[in-house]
């Protein structure tokens, strides 16, 4: 197995904390015009030569908790462009609701529904931020360079629908544990569940 990613960072990097808390949250109350609390924080790593993200919303893997939308704000640790498989997304389609998905995949976009969208990359470098809501439809191609990919995804919600940064932790860490805390004769759903949300784990 290969790290592609690690959560629950914010708290235990100072320099991150302060960005966070002095810049990043800032910057969106004033972007919504209203206050904003973190609800969860993740790297995710694109190794050389991994596979991309299958087009998805992130709203249903939150959908246990309370807030009925969520904005990610994404920072680059490299530049991110076509060749290493940066995001793309489907503009103005975060108006729409649910669309349709593979269960078997939860999240996951029908083909049908994927083809039927139209898909625009976004190429960035560690100087942007991207901010996006979790019912925008997006996804990312495989990474086709021998150098890894690295994006640093905060999500919030906005504060007057509680926090819950604790409570997804704990919440998580319970479906969904590290191998080194797992149960030996406990089965955990990998594939279909809403903690590998469209990943290419296989």
């Not at 609800?39 to 995710?44: G, T, V």
Request: charged share 30%; net charge neutral.
């Amino acid at each position: 197995k290969k790290k592609s990613r690690i959560e629950n960072i914010v708290n235990y990097h100072s320099k991150l904390k302060e960005i966070v808390d002095y810049n990043i949250t800032p910057t969106l109350q004033v972007i919504y015009n209203k206050p904003m609390n973190l609800f969860k924080d993740k790297m995710n790593w694109k190794k050389a030569f991994g596979k991309g993200f299958h087009a998805h919303q992130d709203q249903p893997a939150w959908s246990d908790f309370p807030p009925q939308r969520f904005v990610s704000v994404a920072m680059f640790g490299n530049k991110s462009n076509i060749e290493n498989g940066c995001l793309e997304f489907s503009s103005g389609e975060h108006k729409n609701g649910l669309y349709d998905y593979d269960m078997s995949n939860l999240g996951e976009l029908t083909r049908e529904v994927e083809d039927n969208l139209t898909w625009t990359p976004i190429e960035t470098t560690p100087r942007d931020l991207l901010l996006f809501d979790s019912y925008v439809p997006h996804r990312s191609s495989s990474n086709k360079t021998d150098k890894e990919r690295r994006i640093i995804y905060l999500t919030y919600n906005a504060k007057e629908e509680g926090d819950y940064y604790q409570d997804y932790i704990k919440k998580k860490r319970i479906e969904f544990p590290p191998d080194i805390e797992r149960e030996p004769n406990k089965e955990y759903k990998v594939k279909g569940s809403r903690y590998n949300l469209a990943n290419p784990i296989e």
